[in-house]
């Protein structure tokens, strides 16, 4: 009851209303900033890991370089149907696909892009889930057999459409009398996909596998392998099966190799930003000592007269614990709200700040995918209500210490 006096008490009354709401506002926003900025890091390395999982191979199995009797370095799959039939049998495999890739030139009229093709089985194709998605993707992929698929940002770049044709130039042609010459091959575009990365849509297109290896020099034979399985995060386990299921020239590189570094990276900064926003929330925190310091010194005689009436030192600490703790609990409740108001229309709010900043507000050529995603996690909320309200009831026991121990005689000898 008197806690609740005092935080509600008029300035004319001696309270200190003003740095009761300074100190709430400041943990609101303090963990506010925080679980907005754990659901966007959550978002954010989800959808990353989940573009690379939906886009690309789990597991690459490819074979080492040898040497044939005239001297010409092999990397090839000759048997690589024997091989994808291996693979398929290790337990936790789900699809394999033999590919085909080379680096091309595409042209179209004046324009032109470098872009990677990837030689594949059409039902092979139909099984990625990032690619074959209908709801990102235009066109039939039971037209693929006719034609080649590319991505969202190889049409942008070309200017093309479903229906144009579009030229694929590669440097290592024709084998003839004089030398290589360059091969050229005009075919039309059956299906155009979104990835969701830009690196993705920008530089990717499928052929049909046979068709792959003709325009490649590669007939009757493969690049690689490509795995998908069905615990990706569990991919290191299945390293020496698929070893031993590729043969003794065989090597795999799976999807962590590829992304690790990346991804360590992002750890890092996860770290570095949890630190220095639990700073942020330990400077909102230090307000309500500022605001219990004022309060302690203005109830001066309030707290002497109360210790002569009999209260205790203990009821006198939990007097202004109250005080202090009830500042970190709606603080950080209504800092909880507002973050997961964030997290759940951060769609809505990118919306308006991109119309703001004139559409400049996220570049997908340097993030990598298309728009701020935000995920909010149940331990991540936790996370910050754990630090807001322990950070607010540590640094509540000093001045309520320094309170308690207020000798009721010094109090009241002016007074």
């Known amino acids: 009851m008197i806690a609740w006096r005092y935080l509600r008490a008029r300035r004319a009354e001696g309270g200190v209303s003003v740095m009761t709401w300074i100190s709430l506002i400041g943990i609101t926003l303090a963990v506010f900033a925080l679980i907005a900025t754990l659901a966007v890091r959550s978002g954010f390395r989800a959808e990353f890991v989940d573009t690379i999982l939906g886009a690309n191979a789990h597991v690459t199995v490819y074979n080492m370089a040898s040497v044939d009797e005239n001297g010409v370095s092999q990397t090839g799959i000759p048997d690589y149907t024997e091989m994808a039939a291996r693979v398929a049998q290790v337990p936790g495999v789900t699809q394999v696909a033999p590919l085909v890739r080379g680096q091309v030139m595409a042209n179209k009229g004046q324009a032109n892009a470098g872009i990677e093709i990837f030689g594949i ?4 194709l139909a099984n990625i889930p990032r690619i074959a998605n209908p709801e990102t993707a235009d066109g039939d992929l039971a037209d693929f057999e006719q034609g080649i698929a590319i991505g969202s940002g190889v049409a942008q770049a070309l200017r093309v459409g479903l229906g144009d044709t579009i030229k694929i130039i590669s440097p290592n042609g024709v084998k003839t009398a004089f030398g290589t010459s360059p091969r ?9 996909f979104s990835a969701g990365r830009y690196d993705i849509d920008r530089t990717r297109a499928y052929l049909p596998l046979a068709e792959a290896q003709s325009f490649f020099n590669r007939e009757g034979v493969a690049d690689e392998l ?3 399985v069905e615990n990706p995060d569990s991919v290191d386990d299945l390293t020496v099966p698929l070893l031993s299921a590729a043969g003794e020239r065989g090597l795999i590189w799976t999807w962590r190799d590829a992304s690790g570094s990346f991804l360590s990276a992002l750890d890092i900064e996860d770290r570095v930003m949890f630190v220095i926003l639990s700073i942020l929330v330990l400077i909102a925190a230090m307000n309500i000592v500022s605001g219990l310091i004022m309060l302690v010194k203005n109830k001066g005689r309030d707290i002497g007269i109360l210790r002569t009436m009999g209260l205790s030192e203990g009821s006198i600490l939990r007097v202004f614990f109250i005080c202090g703790a009830f500042t970190g609990i709606i603080g950080t409740a209504m800092g909880v709200i507002l973050g997961c108001l964030f997290a ?30 935000a995920k909010l996690q149940f331990g991540d909320v936790m996370s910050a209500i ?6 607010s009831f540590v640094v509540t026991i000093f001045p309520a210490r320094r309170a308690a121990r207020m000798n009721p005689v010094e109090a009241l000898r002016y007074e």
Do not use: H, K
Not at 121 to 124: F, G, K, P
């Open 121 to 124: 089985e059409a039902a092979d």
């Open 184 to 192: 050229v091959n005009g075919y039309e575009v059956t299906y155009i």
């Open 226 to 228: 490509e795995v998908m």
């Open 344 to 373: 759940l229309y951060v769609d809505q709010i990118f919306a308006v700040v991109n119309y703001i900043s004139g559409g400049n507000a996220w570049d997908p050529s340097i993030r990598g995918i298309y728009f701020l995603p």
């Open 386 to 391: 754990g630090l807001s309200l322990g950070l």
